[in-house]
């Protein structure tokens, strides 16, 4: 299967160039139609299906004074293909535009054939399409567990390649991704995979360390710089001096913070806080987030010079509802690991608590499977994992519980009972799933006993004041 390319540019030459270069690229060798007006485009989508669209935004002019709103007519027609614009320069704005019209991604012009044609797989694997694309290439076997991943979904496969690929170079990565999806072991896996392994990894989390001591954190202090500074220390920054820093939840950093980044990568220097000489370090740095960073720029919280600074190397680690495949390979290996640690023997799960693990949404990601399947190990004995089980287990889902059933018929706006209500109502299931065993109810809520013996106190003389 080959798949179909179009190509929007008002610069036809530029356009058949383009194209030739990545059709050489791509594993798929698709057959490319040029467009050079957004209505000539138009005209191709409602006659053609196409798997790829590469739009220059300008030569969207036609269609509406707005980029926005031309980028939209032609997502609309795309009926599902993998939309990708094009503009000259990096550009937020138009970044941020095209986005919200519901392309895929965003490139700047010139454009490096081999840079798009991998960005195109990684969007392929992440929305569901390498198949219609023609890019599933033959693997001997998938790997079920690399560098502390653990998955062999085509998704994960992706991953992986990608961290093969990029843990060679020492250009900074930026890696993207929901919370929980494992952003700090996909950091890990570059440093131990590359020519760095040798050599510290050092992390910091910016969301973490409060702002007055972000900067003394990050490059170190000088003696007497401040009240209690009584020596010298040095900073994450110096720390990493060979290997590899990572600043986790690079978001949250401080605008005035971002500037001295900034000039610590472009320079490769920085100065400790309370000292004016400048210290040479080599560190590779990697950077991670949960948010969506052109979002972050256009609301002024990120600086757009930094992340073009740290957006080299993007890697993007989906959510586990996208690749439904890996849930039960991560149950297991999490069944087995903490049955191990608590010296405990479990078989496996039923066909119907798989069937219910498969089927969740999962918004805490793998770390909400995780503590799942820990919680499981802990509050029973051994033997097959069932339903009844899993359901006990299943606090995040429980807590939703009594806000859903407070709708009242016949109104249109349902009903939120009181906090504590809620609260009462979810302690007192747990206490009812272990048949009254508070110990084991506490266990399963990561609460303490005391605190649930507090708390029905306080319930009783909230029920006699009303």
């Known amino acids: ?90 550009s937020v704005t138009a970044a941020v535009g095209a986005m919200r019209a519901g392309a895929h991604d965003y490139v700047a012009k010139p454009i490096a054939a081999s840079a798009l044609a991998t960005r195109i797989g990684e969007l392929a694997q992440r929305h569901g399409r390498p198949r219609s694309l023609g890019l599933d290439t033959a693997r001997p076997q998938a790997t079920a567990d690399f560098a502390g991943f653990v998955g062999a979904s085509s998704a994960m496969q992706f991953i ?22 494992g952003k700090d072991v996909c950091a890990e896996a570059l440093h131990s995979q590359g020519p ?34 009584h020596e010298d220390r040095k900073g994450a920054a110096e720390l990493a001096d060979g290997g590899t820093l990572f600043l986790d939840e690079i978001g949250e950093m401080d605008l005035s913070l971002q500037s001295k980044l900034l000039r610590f990568l472009q320079t490769g220097t920085l100065s400790r806080v309370g000292e004016s000489n400048m210290r040479k370090v080599d560190v590779r740095v990697i950077c991670a987030t949960n948010r969506n960073p052109l979002q972050m720029i256009s609301e002024r919280k990120f600086r757009e010079d930094l992340f073009y600074r740290l957006h080299v190397l993007p890697i993007h680690l989906p959510p586990l509802r996208q690749r439904p495949t890996d849930i039960m390979v991560l149950a ?15 078989s496996a799960f039923t066909a119907e608590a798989a069937q219910q693990l498969t089927a969740a949404d999962w918004p805490g990601n793998v770390r909400q499977l995780q503590n799942l399947v820990r919680r499981i190990v802990v509050m029973f004995d051994g033997g097959e994992i069932d339903l009844t089980m899993l359901t006990a287990a299943d606090i995040e889902s429980q807590a939703f519980a009594p806000i859903h059933a407070a709708v009242p018929r016949g109104e249109g706006r349902r009903a939120i009972l009181p906090m504590w209500q809620q609260e009462q109502k979810i302690i007192e299931d747990a206490i009812a799933a272990f048949s009254g065993n508070i110990s084991m109810a506490a266990a399963a809520l990561e609460i303490s006993p005391s605190t649930i013996y507090r708390k029905r106190q306080s319930w009783a003389e909230m029920q006699k004041a009303g």
């Open 1 to 90: 299967m080959s798949g179909r390319l179009l190509l929007i540019d008002s610069d036809a030459a530029a356009a058949c160039e383009t194209g030739e270069s990545l059709s050489q690229a791509l594993l798929c060798s698709p057959q490319v139609e040029v467009a050079r007006t957004g209505r000539e485009a138009i005209e191709l989508l409602r006659a053609n299906r196409f798997d790829i669209i590469l739009a220059d935004m300008p030569s969207l002019a036609d269609l509406s004074d707005r980029d926005e709103e031309g980028m939209g007519r032609i997502v609309r027609l795309a009926e599902g293909a993998l939309v990708v614009a094009m503009a000259g320069g990096a």
């Open 160 to 181: 992986y390649e990608q961290i093969g690929r990029v843990s060679t170079s020492s250009a900074p990565v930026f890696i993207t991704g929901e919370s929980g999806t």
């Open 196 to 229: 760095r392994a040798g050599k510290r990894f050092v992390a910091i989390n910016c969301a973490a360390i409060p702002r007055d001591l972000m900067e003394s954190e990050l490059f170190g202090v000088a003696r007497g710089a401040f009240t209690g500074a």
């Open 332 to 346: 297991r290996h999490f069944l087995d690991r903490y049955a191990r640690e608590e010296h405990k023997s479990f």
